[in-house]
């Protein structure tokens, strides 16, 4: 399985709550390994998560890859 950055970060949240197959979680880890982008989004998805998770369940909003997108793109930016 090949994967492409959107296909990571499509993913990631999946990945970072362990819900995604091993077969994709290999492939994840496999992009991840030569990939800086993706490794950044990933870190920084993690700290999202773990801001809005709290101790709660909870469930993405409609929109919300959009704007996490969007967000990651802004934070890779600044930092480039
Ligand atoms: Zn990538």
């Excluded at 982008?37 to 801001?51: E, G, M, P, Q, Y």
């Excluded at 998770?53 to 993405?60: G, M, N, S, T, Y």
Aim: hydrophobic share 40%; with cysteine.
């Amino acid at each position: 399985m090949v994967l492409n950055c959107k296909h990571v970060w499509d993913q990631v949240s999946n990945y970072i709550e362990g819900n995604v197959d091993p077969a994709l979680r290999e492939a994840i880890e496999t992009h991840l390994a030569h990939c800086r982008h993706c490794a950044a989004v990933l870190d920084s998805t993690r700290n999202i998560l773990i801001l809005i998770a709290d101790d709660r369940v909870f469930e993405l909003p409609v929109g919300y890859s959009d704007r996490l997108h969007a967000r990651l793109q802004e934070e890779i930016g600044r930092r480039e």
